[in-house]
């Protein structure tokens, strides 16, 4: 069974009486395991795909499947509870709370559980030793560099240990040394099962998936299958890494 399974997604945009359309008709499927990369040009429609693919918004017409439920027979309670159970997601602005220590942010979606869990500050801090931050569990974002920040974002999302790994434009913010890194940790996710999927512009990075689906003016124009690259501009070769 498909973890995601889109089938003719249309999203239209009402404003001023005028209709503009966005997705025209999109069929899609992500299996587990998957490490899939949405790539596109602004306009595409890679960020209405991620929303309603991240149960942040509906779509106009059409069926949306995530983890064998019908996400649009789902009430707020519901869509609340698949978001914060089945979706990690790490945003390119990083949206971590400003002078809240790093345990305590990635602890966030704990907390909106229907019973936080007893071990949450355990899990938070297993998260961030995931993600090469065991040292600064009490530092806050202004505290660390934007690299740190977009790991701290990571271990956010696996804290729940989601079934799904929503990626917006991962390295938007990052020079190309911490863009590396955060790929190289999106990598290893992946090789140990997650579902990562990638919303990017950018051809460097949407190549570290094993799959391609690129997007232009609302359609899928392309969907194919290749082998990863894991090595990105700034990162160092296999050969040389510790």
Excluded: W
Aim: glycine share 10%.
């Amino acid at each position: 069974m498909s973890l995601i399974r889109m089938e003719n997604i249309v999203k239209t945009y009402l404003s001023a009486g005028a209709e503009t359309p966005v997705l025209k008709g999109i069929d899609l499927r992500i299996e587990e395991g998957e490490y899939a990369s949405v790539i596109g040009p602004s306009g595409a429609g890679k960020s209405t795909l991620m929303t309603i693919m991240g149960c942040l918004g509906s779509p106009t017409s059409g069926r949306y499947i995530l983890d064998g439920e019908e996400v649009e027979t789902l009430n707020d309670a519901q869509l609340s509870r698949a978001r914060n159970e089945k979706i990690g997601f790490v945003f390119q602005a990083f949206h971590l709370l400003p002078g809240v220590k790093a345990i305590d942010n990635v602890m966030m979606p704990l907390l909106y559980c229907h019973k936080v869990p007893a071990d949450a500050r355990e899990r938070a801090r297993e998260s961030l030793e995931t993600v090469g931050l065991g040292h600064r569990l009490h530092h806050s974002p202004g505290q660390l560099s934007g690299g740190e920040q977009q790991r701290v974002t990571i271990a956010r999302a696996l804290v729940n240990n989601p079934k799904i790994i929503l990626a917006d434009e991962p390295t938007g913010n990052l020079d190309s040394k911490n863009g590396a890194e955060v790929m190289r940790i999106l990598d290893q996710l992946n090789r140990e099962g997650r579902t990562i999927v990638i919303i990017t512009h950018d051809p460097k990075v949407a190549q570290h998936g094993r799959r391609t689906i690129s997007l232009m003016d609302g359609r899928i124009l392309e969907d194919r299958r290749h082998e990863s690259v894991t090595q990105f501009e700034g990162s160092p070769s296999r050969a040389g890494s510790a």
